[in-house]
């Protein structure tokens, strides 16, 4: 399927491959005259996004809020157990679809993660929460922050080159 969107054709995906978390997904479109979207897994890693599906903006809308769901669920959780293995606390976090940031930490220890992470290798998403898990001692990228990075990701510097190219991950339509 295809959408025009100024002047630029984005092909919505047959399949998603969520790399972080070693799944693959089938994804139907399913026309139905209610207006409202609805998402429903059809069976093990496929899913069906039903509604008036020649509204491809509302395809990749639904899309969105599905892997929004998903990354809350598995990022969350990704998030908490290296927060309790580093000992770097955080007060809460928000999954979100940032146009430029994989994360982000505020000064209140609120930690922002992409859904977009779900598609990277796991080692990248390792890297992105320990950098913002990092923040909660470290508001800036000193010296003392890089050093705090380095004690639990003495790969950061190669992860960091790595995320520089990071979005050739992702479906070109959430590119």
């Not at 209610?34 to 509302?58: C, M, V």
């Not at 969105?64 to 769901?69: A, G, M, N, S, V």
Request: include cysteine; hydrophobic fraction near 35%; aromatic fraction near 10%.
């Amino acid at each position: 399927m295809l959408l025009r969107t100024e002047d630029i054709m984005i092909k919505l995906p047959s399949e998603l491959e969520l790399k972080s978390i070693h799944e693959t997904w089938k994804i139907n479109y399913i026309y139905s005259k209610q207006n409202r979207f609805t998402t429903k897994k059809i069976a093990p890693y496929e899913l069906d996004i039903k509604g008036l599906t020649n509204n491809h903006r509302k395809c990749l809308e639904t899309l969105e809020q599905w892997l929004k769901r998903k990354a809350n669920r598995h990022l969350g959780a990704w998030l908490k157990a290296i927060s309790e293995d580093t000992e770097l606390h955080f007060h809460d976090y928000v999954i979100r679809g940032q146009k430029t940031l994989w994360g982000s930490c505020t000064e209140d220890k609120i930690i922002n993660l992409n859904f977009k992470l779900l598609f990277l290798p796991a080692p990248l998403v390792d890297h992105i929460i320990l950098h913002e898990l990092c923040h909660t001692k470290e508001m800036n990228h000193s010296q003392n922050f890089y050093q705090l990075l380095s004690n639990f990701d003495s790969s950061y510097r190669q992860h960091n080159k790595i995320l520089k190219t990071a979005y050739k991950f992702l479906p070109n339509c959430f590119s």
